[in-house]
């Protein structure tokens, strides 16, 4: 089990600038969630997907974000445009979800974005 | 809407003592599941301990235990023996029985452990 994999590790970019941030569940999870961990705000969840499908993008910032799942085995998370403010680590995370399910969240090692 | 609140934003204890973090919560639901995660300075979110609302027996992890209180809506992790890689920044995070997007986190204690 490689365990959910994140990339880029870290990103430094110009304001202004497209951001993609990439991420690959853990195989057989059916969830993927996105979230981003700041100092101010703490661990805020952006959108998560359900079997591909997005279920819930409410915590998306603004129209500047978005958030794709082509198939079961990867996912994207873009900025566009990206600004300082933006500058935070944003972490996947997968689950094996379903009706009654415990099966905790399994997170990436994160993307540390800057944005300057 | 569920809500965690974690009182300690910072934390200390010696090496080989224990140390006990705070929780609380606050749902409407009776079916649910609690779980602490610890990130040390590596940032990667490593799961601690899970907790089932419906069992009354509190979760035991090796030195890592919990304090269920489901009437007072509380959930404490004790950490027993502390080492020097127990230092971290420790979420309790909260988790409605039926899958989905309501898995909260709390704001995080970060603990240190001293030598």
């Known amino acids: 089990d490689a365990g959910v994999i994140q990339s880029p590790r870290h990103e430094v970019t110009e304001m202004g600038q497209e951001v993609t941030l990439r991420c690959k569940p853990i195989?057989?999870?059916?969830?993927l969630f996105w979230y981003r961990q700041t100092m101010m705000r703490g661990l805020e969840l952006l959108i998560y997907?359900?079997?591909?499908?997005?279920?819930?993008d409410s915590g998306m910032p603004e129209d500047r974000f978005s958030a794709k799942m082509p198939n079961a085995s990867f996912s994207t998370l873009k900025i566009q445009p990206s600004e300082p403010r933006d500058s935070a680590v944003y972490f996947c995370a997968s689950s094996s979800g379903g009706q009654a399910s415990n099966s905790p969240l399994h997170f990436g090692n994160g993307t540390r974005l800057t944005v300057t | 809407a569920q809500t965690v609140t974690q009182s300690q934003p910072e934390m200390s204890v010696q090496e080989a003592e224990t140390v006990t973090l705070s929780c609380t919560y606050d749902?409407?639901?009776?079916?649910?599941?609690l779980f602490w995660y610890k990130q040390p300075p590596s940032r990667q979110m490593i799961l601690v301990i899970r907790?089932?609302?419906?069992?009354?027996q509190n979760a035991t992890e090796n030195r890592f235990s919990v304090n269920f209180q489901k009437a007072a809506k509380s959930f404490s992790l004790k950490i027993s023996d502390s080492q020097l890689g127990d230092t971290a920044m420790y979420f309790c995070a909260f988790m409605k029985r039926v899958h989905g997007q309501n898995f909260v986190f709390g704001p995080g204690t970060r603990l240190s452990v001293l030598p």
């Open positions: 997907f359900n079997n591909n499908v997005p279920i819930d």
């Open positions: 195989s057989g999870h059916d969830y």
């Open positions: 907790q089932e609302a419906y069992k009354q």
């Open positions: 749902t409407s639901e009776s079916n649910y599941y």
